[in-house]
Every structure is written in C-alpha cells, then in structure tokens.
C-alpha cells in the first residue's frame, strides 16, 4: 500500500509537469497568433486609412482642376466679350471661395477619419492586450516538494494500515 501511494504520487506529479508544459506552449503559440491577427488589424485599418486619403485627394485635385477650368472659361469668355472689372473679379473670387470651401470640406473629413483610425488603432490595441492577458493566465506548475510530501504521508498511511491489519490479524 506504501508503494502504491508512492508511485500514485509520482505518477500524478510527472502528469501535472506535463500537464504544465502544454499549457506553456499552447499559450505559446496562441499569443503568438494573436499578436499575428492584431498587426493584420492595424495593417487593414492603416490601408483603410490610405484608401481615403487617396480618394480624397483625387477629388481635392478635381475641384482645384475644374475650379481653373472655370476660371479659366471666365476670363476667356469675359475677354472676348470685352467684359472687365468688378464683376469678372467678383465671379472668379466666387470660383476660388468654392473650391476653398470644398477643398476645406474634404480635408475636415480627412481630420475626423484620422481620429477615428487613431481610436481603431486604440480599441485594437486594448483588445489584443486583453486577449493575451486571457491567453497567459498563470500556469500551475507542480511542485515538487508538496509531491513529495503526498508521497511521504501516502507511503506513511499504508505503513499504518498495514501495521492496523497485522495487528488485528494477530488478535
């Protein structure tokens, strides 16, 4: 019975290590994932980012060339009408305070789609980290001297149970 208790308790001790061992490296490798999956977030919210920012760029540069389109329509048309002064002056003002306003326009929107990449980077930032922080709970690991002490209390307990049996045995 000593025996047994004793080798039960190192059987159990070898199975916790090893236990232990493929919860290190299951958090191993699914840290490893999730750092993998969270750069593949902000890589596809920084290219989201770009996108828009091409696109606003391309309509910014086709307000500034159809707002010198029409400046440029205004003035020939004004010359060869012998049109001058104030009112030419005052159309082409017009054709560059809507193209400022437009041009302004688009790049607000700009400003609050950088903000709201900046908070998705964030946000991403915080779940990842809190995705790890559940990953990499604390791994028990056995110890090896509270092994040996179940050993030792196992291996006394049937050093008394057979002392028990020999005694009843004899009376």
């Known amino acids: 019975s000593a025996v047994i208790g004793v080798g039960s308790s190192a059987a159990q001790y070898a199975g916790q290590r090893k236990q232990a061992k493929q919860q290190a490296q299951y958090q191993a490798q699914a ?87 900046g908070l998705a980077l964030s946000d991403a930032g915080y779940r990842s980290q809190n995705r790890l922080i559940g990953i990499n709970r604390p791994v028990n690991k056995p110890s090896f001297l509270t092994a040996a002490l179940d050993a030792g209390s196992r291996g006394l307990s049937g050093a008394r149970t057979g002392l028990e049996l020999e005694r009843a045995m004899k009376s």
Not at 51 to 80: C, L, M, P, Y
Not at 89 to 109: H, K, M, V
């Open 31 to 117: 840290s490893a994932a999730e750092r993998q999956r969270a750069l593949q977030e902000q890589r596809s919210i920084r290219m989201r980012q770009a996108q828009e920012q091409t696109a606003r760029n391309t309509e910014i540069h086709r307000i500034a060339q159809k707002a010198r389109d029409a400046r440029s329509t205004a003035t020939v048309s004004a010359g060869e009408s012998g049109v001058a002064g104030l009112s030419v002056d005052a159309l082409l003002d017009d054709y560059t305070r809507q193209e400022s306003l437009q041009t302004a326009g688009l790049q607000q929107q700009g400003g609050w789609g950088d903000l709201q990449s």
